[in-house]
């Protein structure tokens, strides 16, 4: 089991431009939840996506956007970059089954966004 | 709305010492607690959880946690830290398994461990 796993590791862009991140759940998630962790901070929850559809998000501006698509992975979307969208973004995947064995999110290893 | 405070920014501990790291959490309802672990440059790593039941949970790498209602706490122990113990650790809570527990988590703004000789 790969486990969670996302793309790229480490990005650079410069202020202005586009980006996006892309995260591939552990095998039998069906849910994607997207954290951004800056520097020296906990991680702020950015938003969750289940059957394709946004189901929550954090307080985060509608520059940050995302899909989820049939086979459950995800893209996190991020236009018009601030320096301050400088952080690790983590993609957390679980089961949307509420089972004992199933509460808890599985967190991939991040991508590194610096915005210059 | 759900918080949780870890109140030591920075804890060393010398190898083989006891360690507990502090958390305090504000929730409306009975909530899903939960410690994760962070090595440099590395994503989340899941140490232990609670949700219900016995108060004292076992998690990996021989720590554990203890929830107090009554002090809207969970602090996570553990008996003698070893140098690999370094990391950086962060207590999180997250709704009741009745509002599907796979809701957005809150994190605190973590706790950084060293261990010296």
């Known amino acids: 089991d790969a486990g969670v796993t996302q793309s790229p590791t480490h990005l650079i862009k410069t202020r202005g431009q586009q980006v996006t991140l892309r995260c591939s759940p552990k095998?039998?998630?069906?849910?994607v939840s997207w954290y951004q962790q800056a520097l020296g901070q906990g991680p702020q929850f950015i938003f969750q996506y289940y059957e394709e559809e946004e189901r929550q998000r954090g307080n985060f501006p509608d520059r940050f956007s995302g899909h989820q698509f049939p086979n459950y992975s995800s893209e996190l979307n991020v236009n018009a970059l601030l320096l301050g969208d400088s952080a690790l973004y983590l993609c957390?995947?679980?089961?949307?089954?509420?089972?004992?064995?199933?509460?808890?999110?599985?967190f991939g290893q991040g991508t590194r966004l610096t915005v210059v | 709305a759900q918080s949780v405070t870890q109140p030591d920014i920075h804890i060393t501990v010398s190898e083989g010492a006891s360690l507990e790291l502090r958390c305090n959490y504000s929730y409306g309802a009975t909530p899903y607690l939960f410690w994760y672990v962070q090595s440099p440059g590395q994503g989340l790593q899941l140490l232990l959880k609670?949700?219900?039941?016995?108060?004292l949970v076992q998690g990996i790498k021989g720590f554990e946690a203890e929830f107090k209602r009554s002090q809207s706490s969970f602090n996570l122990r553990k008996p003698s830290v070893h140098w690999s113990d370094a990391a950086e650790y962060f207590c999180?809570?997250?709704?009741?398994?009745?509002?599907?527990?796979?809701?957005?988590?809150?994190f605190g703004t973590g706790t950084r461990l060293t261990i010296i000789p």
């Open positions: 999180a809570v997250g709704p009741h398994i009745s509002n599907f527990g796979n809701e957005k988590l809150t």
């Open positions: 609670y949700f219900s039941g016995d108060t």
């Open positions: 095998s039998g998630h069906d849910t």
């Open positions: 957390a995947s679980s089961s949307i089954v509420i089972t004992l064995m199933n509460t808890e999110a599985f």
